[in-house]
């Protein structure tokens, strides 16, 4: 996990400070979110780690969770500095607005990549039994339960970007979040509403502003 933070304070509205998510070049997360964090914004850059083989060695890497996504806070009223940064494409939006990503979906993807268990890229997994963690690093964390074989992973997704991670955990450390309680969490369709656009269609179903749209 890489999270770069501005030493810069000050008290602005939740949009203004809340996390949005920027799309960019491929390969290129890691050089975005450093030069981000030169322009002092608070940035995090999930990773996990993959071995690569090829035929004379192997080599264990640090990859994006979210393959050309970085997540920085605060970049809603310095969209100019955001989009001019070399590498950014685009800025996720829902209708008009830039898209918040919420606290809570940030904070559970911290805890999972500071833990000691494994975690990778699942396939944008919404509908399923939801459990809340009970101990260990994920406490207090809820995800979707889903079983492999002998394994058990808790799916956490990013609603707003239509992905998904899976972490390893036990099956006895979870318990089923209530009725009730998951109908509450369950967000709705979060591209309901949203205007079509013909670019839509390559990234996932998202919308988003390229950086010329956003800077006119």
């Given at each position: 996990?890489?999270?770069?933070?501005?030493?810069n304070?000050?008290?602005?509205?939740?949009?203004?400070?809340?996390?949005?998510?920027?799309y960019?070049?491929s390969?290129?997360?890691?050089?975005?979110?450093?030069?981000?964090?030169a322009?002092?914004?608070?940035?995090?850059?999930?990773?996990?780690?993959s071995?690569?083989?090829?035929?004379?060695?192997?080599?264990?890497?640090?990859?994006?969770?979210?393959?050309?996504?970085?997540?920085?806070?605060?970049?809603?009223?310095?969209?100019?500095?955001?989009?001019?940064t070399?590498?950014?494409?685009?800025?996720l939006?829902?209708g008009?607005?830039?898209?918040?990503?919420?606290?809570?979906?940030?904070?559970?993807?911290?805890?999972?990549?500071?833990?000691p268990?494994r975690?990778?890229?699942?396939?944008?997994?919404?509908?399923g039994?939801?459990?809340?963690?009970?101990?260990?690093s994920?406490?207090?964390?809820?995800?979707?339960?889903?079983?492999?074989?002998?394994?058990c992973?808790?799916?956490?997704?990013?609603?707003?970007?239509?992905?998904?991670?899976?972490?390893?955990?036990?099956?006895?450390d979870?318990?089923?979040?209530s009725?009730?309680?998951?109908?509450?969490?369950?967000p709705?369709?979060?591209?309901?509403g949203?205007?079509?656009?013909?670019?839509?269609a390559?990234?996932?179903?998202?919308?988003?502003?390229?950086?010329?749209?956003?800077?006119?």
């Amino acid at each position: 996990m890489l999270t770069l933070q501005s030493t810069n304070g000050g008290t602005e509205d939740a949009d203004a400070t809340g996390w949005c998510a920027l799309y960019t070049r491929s390969r290129h997360e890691k050089a975005v979110a450093e030069m981000l964090a030169a322009k002092e914004f608070e940035v995090f850059l999930p990773l996990y780690e993959s071995i690569r083989r090829w035929k004379d060695r192997k080599m264990l890497l640090a990859l994006p969770l979210f393959p050309c996504y970085v997540f920085v806070r605060g970049g809603v009223y310095r969209r100019l500095d955001v989009l001019t940064t070399p590498g950014v494409h685009m800025v996720l939006l829902r209708g008009e607005r830039v898209a918040i990503i919420p606290e809570s979906e940030i904070q559970a993807l911290r805890k999972a990549v500071e833990g000691p268990s494994r975690i990778e890229p699942h396939p944008f997994l919404k509908c399923g039994e939801r459990v809340r963690v009970t101990r260990g690093s994920l406490e207090g964390v809820e995800g979707v339960l889903v079983r492999k074989k002998n394994l058990c992973r808790l799916v956490l997704s990013v609603d707003m970007m239509a992905q998904s991670v899976a972490v390893e955990i036990d099956a006895s450390d979870v318990e089923p979040v209530s009725a009730r309680s998951a109908s509450g969490l369950l967000p709705a369709d979060p591209f309901v509403g949203v205007r079509k656009t013909p670019q839509m269609a390559h990234d996932g179903g998202r919308e988003v502003r390229t950086r010329e749209e956003l800077i006119a």
